[in-house]
């Protein structure tokens, strides 16, 4: 406020004692980085970069671990949908191939045309052939589904299919083995064949 009056004194000069003083005391007070400390500082990065690669790798995988849990809930739902359903009809149909005793379950929805077929210990196919799912409709035997299922598959497949809209009423499902790249009638031996 008084600054408009020019009451305040201007800028002095330090005394040259004064600044050689600061100066040297700045000096002083700088010392040169040793070896130990550019190690430690070396030591500190690579633990830094080294947990930050751990901790992307950890998230990664437990993206992964949860997409799968994901996946298989969304499934779970889809096949309790299918059982608790007014519209679905269920078949087991016990099969025999190979000498190997198995079944096939088929639960198929008249309300959305989804059908679930589960497949339990079938016989593994030759390398050339496969098991094919057909639909039984009024204009006759029509393609669902291709099985191949090779020597070191599971015991138990599960698949889930659409009636496609064109095929007109379905009153069944049969199997057939078939060459690998599938038929488009049934030609090979007919493994099971059931109403619905």
Do not use: K
Not at 108 to 119: E, G, Q
Not at 132 to 159: N, Y
Request: proline share 7%; glycine share 10%; charged share 20%.
């Amino acid at each position: 406020m008084t600054d408009w009056l020019g009451m305040i004194p201007g800028p002095r000069a330090p005394r040259a004692e004064l600044r050689t003083e600061v100066l040297g005391r700045a000096e002083r007070r700088r010392r040169p980085v040793s070896g130990r400390g550019l190690a430690a500082a070396a030591v500190l990065a690579v633990l830094l970069a080294g947990g930050a690669y751990w901790g992307w790798r950890t998230i990664g995988a437990l993206r992964l671990e949860r997409d799968g849990l994901v996946a298989a809930l969304v499934a779970a739902r889809d096949t309790l949908g299918f059982v608790r359903s007014a519209a679905t009809r269920a078949v087991t149909v016990p099969i025999s191939t190979s000498g190997h005793a198995g079944s096939v379950t088929i639960l198929a929805d008249s309300a959305t045309r989804r059908w679930l077929v589960r497949c339990e210990h079938m016989a593994p196919n030759a390398p050339d052939q496969a098991y094919q799912i057909w639909f039984l409709t009024e204009r006759g035997m029509r393609h669902a589904a291709l099985m191949p299922m090779d020597p070191g598959d599971a015991a138990v497949m599960t698949m889930v299919f659409e009636v496609p809209g064109d095929a007109g009423r379905v009153s069944g499902a049969a199997m057939s083995i078939e060459p690998r790249a599938g038929s488009a009638q049934p030609r090979g031996p007919m493994v099971f064949r059931v109403l619905l």
